[in-house]
């Protein structure tokens, strides 16, 4: 497997918290801590309404955006919602089928696909959540989980199209506030090469290999260096310990500190 090739990618996910001001006052935070690093992307995924202050106060060489999620729609009378369409040039990357949008909105396998799809039509790279429950987990399902998420979310895209994408390992029982336990690197070891080997069968060993995989669940400055160091892992996505600069800051320097010593 040619690691290499797949720049690192650490994802804050802010979730609902924090107001425009807050979130101004967190990026000016990171902004002074965290050093640009070319082997390292770091990707901000802030509320809909703090995207576009958050975009005109980023350096744009040291941070990307991400939405947390978007319609599937370009346009049309859909009452509240954003596309993927009008976050195009504002974001670079878009959450699509996180636990929470799966779980608190029902948002089915044919929706997530949906999302994904749209993302891909307008230029945004999805990082697409995947992760079995805690009853499905001890049900043994793990695997046809995975299985039926990766392969309904990526229906619609060409090889090279999902290529492209990020797919987040996040165990729903892993989640802080999903419950909060602590992965064993060996299960994120086995997921994650359960997901590769998902993407070969569908669309070849080249893109199996180009796509990244990252890591989600509880991830704090702590821990950040065990899972980075897992075999096949690209990235971690970071929900509660984003949005305190300290630790996100720290999590993103032991990132920076792996790639150097690889
Ligand atoms: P957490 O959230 O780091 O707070 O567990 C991760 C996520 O939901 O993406």
Redesign the pocket.
Known sequence: MVRSIRKKLIVG?WKMNLSVGQSSLLVHRLSKHIKGHRNIEVVLAPSLLALQPVSLEIDHRKFHLASQNAHSHDEGAYTGEVSFTMLRGLVQYGIVG?SERRMYFNESLDVVRDKVAAAVRNDIVPILCVGETHTERVAGETKQVLHDQIVTALQQLSADEVADTVIAY?PVWA???FG?QVAKPADIKEAVKYIRFQVEELYGKAVAEHIRVLY????DENVAGAYLDIAGIDGL?????SLNYHKFSAIVDRACRMVHSD
């Open positions: 996910n996180h996040e989640i802080s506030t909060g989600g669940g509880s991830v996505l970071v929900g509660g310990a």
